[in-house]
């Protein structure tokens, strides 16, 4: 029989570290930013996780000149007695071998950061060179790697006080197209983690600043929810604190209420940031929607006749953390994004049941509040069901169930077609005259966006602007946020295109609430008309203030489009440069500057472009419609904490804290348009 090309001997076998390097996204998630700070968080995780063993009480991260960073801890140290299979010292079984380590039956960690065993010998594959310091039994022990290979044996060079261990290394520029550290991301990172172990302090430098911060919050979680709340009315000024150990699973959540809309709900197994929940989370929300329903029934707030209040009603204001710490974890993927160990779930459900249960009765007043909030958020949802009826009725009366003001594009092909949102009609009417109708359609806002972050759904779904966006977009919103985020646009040029309910049964009307429900939101993403969705504002401080309020709005409902890579920002230019027959572009004084020097005065003309209005279409296809020429920006969300902060800041009720970031970036202003 023919082999057809396929032969034993073509079987590549990958040992070691090398399927690793070979494949290194599959166990970092990707080879650019975020997995440059994975591999140093797997360093940081090891230290935490002597954290959790009680061995280590001060964790310290270095970003050094020279491209490298460190990571020490106060902890036993990692063991360099030899190892009695791998005939090697424990330290380069540990660095070197996949699946090595006492979180393996070792009896060395009670709880631990996963079971994946990848972590640090991931960083170690990965590394353009690493070395290791170990303190222990007297002596300091170190090694040198060479993209995971060890290129010295591990010896001992002087006496040493205490134990622990330090680990140094600079990632690979064979395997990242980013090499540079984001002190801001560590610092998050670092930061939240002092929360998550109440006391322990964590420190960050930066040699190429000189830029020093440390964090140690002995309130733990409370103070963290707190800081959260902290520019946000709050309906109780001490959270609720729950803490405890069931079937060796330690179990801490710290919730309190504001009088916000949205929900902000942290959770963590391990100190592992879950960012997509998991059954921890699930198990949470049950237990708070049948505790509330519960409550307020026997308050009698809830009459016999009322219907049971929804997962989504009693979660608006809501900001908790979820903790749960637990031998065996099961995580989705190296990533740990979601935890999926089943027992969680019912556990986390129970105890976080009894111990609110025992609050509301301790704290009757604030429970009432609580239960107020979440009616008349359950009144505003029956408002937005039928605003929600509204809009699709009003859709289907107008040409194709397009809203009238919508220019459509010609295809049917959503992976090839964009909608411009544009500020102004003037503007709508030039960027109609310089699209490519094939593909690329407008949609005039005719007016102001609504500030979400002041107003209920109810408001949201009847406001003409942001409703006409709904309808033209075809998915549906979200019925609450769930902010886990700095919304930050990445620069791109041309084309480049490149939720999850709660899982539980929702609790009937007329029962005592046994299960939480799904989002009351009817976002769906394969409805979605467009595959990207381009926010197009004049490039002054009323432009600015429209991209705000429509990233705003996308955060708070329609956060899928964000995530999945959808909402981009049109770039247009500032200024035009004519010098006899050629023409340029800028995008920044700066940028124009740099222009003017290489061209003559004699014969040359400079304008300002006061808005999109003001642009012939020709000059508006050229910079900013044209996938060829434009420019445009996609909007990710690279920490929803942050981002969560930064909208309430900028657009919420409290006026301090706004003065006081005007204050604090006024000095950052450029090209301040009067």
Not at 207 to 220: L, M, V
Not at 252 to 263: P, R, S
Not at 576 to 587: L, P, S, T
Request: net charge negative; proline share 3%; hydrophobic share 35%.
């Amino acid at each position: 029989m023919a082999s057809n090309g396929y032969d034993a001997d073509q079987i590549k076998v990958l040992r070691g570290l090398s399927p690793v390097r070979e494949r290194p996204a599959m166990y970092i998630g990707d080879t650019g930013s975020y997995g440059v700070h994975h591999i140093l968080f797997e360093v940081v995780d090891n230290s935490i996780d002597e954290c959790l063993a009680g061995r280590c009480d001060t964790i310290d991260v270095v970003i050094h000149s020279d491209g490298s960073v460190s990571g020490t801890d106060n902890g036993c140290g990692i063991p360099v007695d030899m190892h009695p299979e791998e005939k090697r010292p424990g330290v380069e079984v540990v660095l070197t071998t996949l699946h090595a380590g006492s979180k393996f039956g070792g009896g060395g960690y009670k709880v631990s950061g996963g079971l994946h065993g990848v972590g640090v010998s991931c960083t170690n594959a990965l590394s353009e060179w690493l070395e290791v310091r170990v303190r222990r039994e007297g002596s300091e022990h170190v090694q040198r790697y060479e993209r995971g290979v060890p290129k010295t044996k591990l010896e001992v060079v002087g006496k040493a006080k205490g134990t622990g261990t330090m680990i140094r290394f600079k990632p690979d520029p064979e395997i990242f197209e980013v090499t540079e550290f984001d002190y801001e991301v560590i610092a998050r990172r670092l930061r939240e983690l002092a929360y998550l172990t109440g006391g322990a302090t964590i420190s960050l430098a930066d040699e190429r600043t000189g830029k020093r911060e440390s964090f140690s919050y002995k309130g733990g979680i409370a103070e963290y929810v707190k800081t959260l709340n902290r520019n946000k009315g709050v309906l109780h000024r001490t959270p609720v604190l729950i803490a405890a150990e069931r079937d060796s699973i330690g179990i801490e959540v710290a919730i309190q209420y504001n009088d916000g809309y949205a929900e902000q709900v942290l959770s963590f197994a391990n100190f592992i940031n879950t960012r997509e929940g998991g059954t921890h989370v699930s198990g949470f929300r049950t237990a708070l929607t049948r505790t509330v329903n519960q409550y307020g029934r026997k308050l009698g707030v809830l009459k016999e006749k009322d219907p049971n209040l929804s997962g989504d009603d009693v979660r608006e204001g809501l900001c908790a953390v979820v903790s749960v710490k637990l031998l065996n974890p099961q995580f989705e993927g190296q990533t740990k994004a979601k935890l999926g160990n089943s027992e969680v779930e019912g556990i986390v459900n129970s105890v976080v049941g009894e111990k609110l249960s025992e609050w509301f009765e301790e704290h009757p007043a604030e429970a009432k509040r609580i239960i107020s909030q979440a009616q008349v958020a359950q009144r505003a949802r029956d408002a937005a069901r039928k605003a929600s009826d509204l809009i699709k009725r009003k859709s289907a009366l107008e040409s194709g169930s397009m809203p009238g003001k919508l220019w459509d594009c010609s295809s049917r092909k959503r992976e090839e077609c964009e909608v411009f949102l544009v500020e102004g009609d003037s503007a709508a009417g030039s960027a109609k005259s310089a699209r490519d109708a094939r593909f690329q359609a407008i949609l005039p806002l005719g007016g102001k966006p609504l500030t979400v972050e002041k107003a209920r759904i109810d408001k949201v779904l009847s406001h003409e602007v942001l409703g006409t966006i709904i309808s033209a977009l075809g998915t549906g919103i979200t019925a609450h946020s769930n902010g886990n985020g700095k919304a930050e646009a990445q620069e791109e040029l041309g084309e480049e295109p490149q939720d999850e309910g709660d899982g539980e049964g929702e609790a009937q009307p007329g029962t005592a609430g046994e299960a939480d429900g799904p989002d009351n939101g009817t976002m769906d993403l394969s409805k979605l008309r467009y595959e990207r969705v381009i926010i197009m504002a004049d490039a002054d401080s009323d432009g600015l203030h429209i991209r705000t309020l429509l990233l705003n709005f996308f955060f708070r409902y329609m956060q899928p489009l964000i995530t999945h890579g959808h909402v981009y920002i049109a770039r247009p230019p500032l200024f035009r440069v004519k010098h006899g027959r050629e023409i340029d572009y800028a995008w920044s004084e700066e940028e124009l500057n740099r222009l003017l020097e290489r061209t003559s005065p004699r014969g040359r003309q400079v304008s300002r472009f006061k808005g999109l209005g003001e642009m012939d279409a020709e000059d508006l296809a050229l910079t900013t419609m044209d996938i060829a020429t434009r420019r445009i920006s996609r909007v990710t969300i690279d920490d929803c904490v942050m981002a969560d902060d930064l909208f309430v800041t900028l657009l919420g009720e409290k006026v301090e804290p706004r003065r006081e970031f005007i204050a604090t970036h006024a000095k950052e202003v450029r090209n301040l348009d009067f």
